[in-house]
């Protein structure tokens, strides 16, 4: 009989912890005081906008990110399929084999029935030693030191992103580089095609004609949109 899946979410599927708004403000104060101008003059981005300066900061780190997430999903799916994520099957008396992923789901299968225990207890210690099993093989291969990477390489790119609320744009320029950074994380996580996506875009796309037909010469962030890596749940997600 095939067994039924539990609907507990996979633990790896967790994290990003937002940090506090005073770390966010002081970034954006440092940024505000750096020197733009030798980069403004070998790209042809205003010297003086702290939004461009915070822009080219986040797509440093948003591009890390990137890099290193597909490096872990990489590790990741030779080590499910060396390993399997950590689970138990158990079967119930009258009842379809149910798989858990947690010991969270654990107590959820067998509720508060003392007429389990010994069933209970068994199911415990087989998940204890998949995971263990897991622990190994992740620390072995790479995958944990690569997550480590990927999840700090996150956090540093949506505290950036998260700065732009607090970065007040100078130029038309730094206008269009906010709605750019917006639209490429946004879209990376949601669908593309579904509202406000499509209404931003269209709203960058207004910005960059307008101030190309006053600025011929201004390269806008935002006048080329990017190609997108679409990222699954559980890579660069914050909880």
């Not at 950590?86 to 959820?108: F, G, H, K, Q, W």
């Not at 190994?136 to 950036?160: F, M, P, V």
């Not at 269009?176 to 593309?192: D, F, H, Q």
Request: proline content about 4%; some cysteine; glycine content about 4%.
């Amino acid at each position: 009989m095939a067994d039924s899946d539990n609907t507990t979410t996979l633990p790896l599927v967790t994290r990003r912890q937002v940090l506090a708004g005073g770390m966010i403000t002081s970034t954006a104060l440092v940024l505000e005081k750096s020197t733009f101008t030798s980069n403004a003059a070998a790209t042809n981005l205003s010297p003086s906008d702290p939004a461009l300066a915070l822009w080219r900061e986040w797509q440093t780190a948003h591009r890390l990110s990137e890099r290193l997430c597909r490096r872990q999903q990489r590790l990741e799916t030779r080590l499910v399929e060396s390993v399997g994520f950590p689970c138990v099957t158990v079967r119930l008396p009258e009842r379809e084999n149910v798989t858990a992923y947690s010991i969270e789901a654990l107590n959820e299968v067998f509720g508060k029935s003392s007429s389990m225990a010994a069933l209970r207890e068994k199911a415990e210690a087989d998940f204890a030693a998949h995971q263990a099993r897991w622990d190994s093989a992740a620390e072995e291969s790479g995958y944990t030191a690569a997550l480590t990477a990927e999840r700090k390489a996150s956090d540093r790119a949506q505290d950036l992103l998260e700065a732009f609320s607090m970065t007040p744009a100078t130029t038309l320029d730094g206008v269009a580089a906010k709605l750019n950074a917006i639209l490429r994380e946004g879209e990376a996580w949601a669908e593309g095609s579904e509202f406000p996506w499509p209404q931003i875009h269209s709203a960058l796309s207004d910005l960059v004609r307008v101030g190309k037909q006053m600025m011929p010469e201004q390269v806008f962030q935002g006048e080329r949109r990017p190609k997108l890596h679409k990222r699954r749940a559980g890579c660069c997600f914050r909880a």
